[in-house]
């Protein structure tokens, strides 16, 4: 399946919110934080229709038990594909899950969610990288192109490696060049 970037749809960010609402209804215990990150929380930013939710965990998190539950609402845990300190999840268009959030006869749309272990480097980084970029337009613009460059590449053959490793030192530029790197 080959890399298909959007334009940015500014309902994208409604959407992490439905999300994050339905995992604060069924994780309440566990999480010190909810981050909406990867390029749909970056206004006017190309993006493949998919959000990313950073979940930060408390130190003491159950792991085991969290990954079952969000297996219950519909999820499918890939372990710890790429960081041992992560486990991702994900989720294809479905109903909301929780009973107390607004819009309940809505849909949650196609997601991931890490669960990021308390210190996770990972979860740090995308949510710096996610604010630089908001912060600067012209950046912005420069990952979009690589972006659509990239996408471009990878239409054929090993697309999602290729098309995520050739990201990777754009990105490590970024957050190197930050204040306090």
């Known amino acids: 399946m080959p890399v298909v970037l959007r334009e940015h749809d500014p309902d994208w960010q409604e959407e992490a919110e ?9 994780l309440p215990d566990d999480a010190t934080g909810f981050e909406h990150v990867g390029s749909t929380s970056i206004p006017g930013l190309k993006a493949k229709p ?22 219950s609402f519909g999820y499918v845990d890939h372990g710890n594909r790429f960081r041992h300190d992560e486990v991702q999840l994900t989720r294809q268009t479905g109903k909301r899950f929780a009973s ?13 969610v890490c669960l990021c ?12 990288f996610r604010d630089k970029l908001i912060g600067d337009r012209t950046l912005a613009l420069q990952y979009e192109a690589l972006k659509e460059r990239l996408a471009e590449d990878h239409k ?21 060049s930050s204040v306090g790197r």
């Not at 130190?59 to 297996?71: E, F, G, H, I, Q």
């Not at 054929?156 to 190197?176: C, M, P, R």
Request: hydrophobic share 45%.
């Open 18 to 26: 439905k999300i994050i609402c339905d995992l604060r209804q069924v």
């Open 100 to 112: 107390v959030c607004p819009d309940q006869s809505g849909t949650l749309m196609n997601h991931r």
């Open 50 to 71: 998919k959000l990313h939710v950073d979940i930060l965990l408390k130190p003491l998190a159950d792991l085991s038990k969290l990954r079952s539950r969000l297996v």
């Open 156 to 176: 054929t053959g090993t697309f999602w490696l290729n098309y995520s490793a050739g990201k990777t030192a754009f990105i490590e530029d970024v957050l190197a």
């Open 117 to 128: 272990n308390a210190g996770c480097a990972a979860a740090a980084d995308r949510v710096a």
